[in-house]
């Protein structure tokens, strides 16, 4: 199975693509971020994360795709600048017919770490431990892309069992 995870925004967002291998041992396949400058107009930024997700999906063909769902804080304005971006990618997502898998931020620290308020540096610990990586994966965006996509997995396994 190949999953890609997603971590939304709009400035940076990261992202992972994740195989399960036969063997049940996962392979980090290619992680990294968008980024879009802040200076540009919102629609350009959301055009730019659309046509590379929309490569990185061409290029690796997912068969699932993890999503964190929106975590909503006290600032309003970020929230509704990450919910456009969210949206653009499901829109990717959904034009290129990969199913879409969402995920709230407690779920996958859970999944990952065993403990639901897990902090990053633990989370990212467990990230490199899970893919056998050799170093933490850099930068902080595309380690939660990669947390997403192994909670994906995860979280296949576990409803695969009960089917």
Do not use: C, W
Not at 86 to 113: C, D, T
């Amino acid at each position: 199975m190949l999953t890609l995870g997603i971590d939304p925004g709009t400035a940076t967002i990261g992202y992972g693509v994740v195989r399960e291998l036969p063997d049940g041992a996962l392979q980090a396949v290619k992680y990294g971020v968008i980024t879009t400058s802040p200076s540009q107009p919102m629609h350009e930024r959301l055009q730019v994360i659309f046509e590379t997700l929309t490569q990185i999906i061409e290029q690796h063909q997912p068969e699932r795709a993890a999503v964190e769902s929106m975590f909503f804080g006290k600032n309003v304005t970020t929230a509704i600048t990450v919910a456009q971006g969210r949206g653009v990618i499901l829109l990717a997502l959904s034009l290129a017919r990969v199913p879409i898998y969402e995920y709230k931020p407690n779920f996958i620290k859970q999944s990952i770490s065993g403990y639901g308020s897990a902090r990053k540096p633990q989370m990212q610990e467990m990230v490199r431990m899970l893919l056998g990586l050799d170093s933490i994966p850099r930068p902080d965006d595309a380690a939660d892309a990669l947390a997403i996509a192994i909670t994906d997995i995860h979280n296949s396994r576990y409803a695969a069992l009960m089917d």
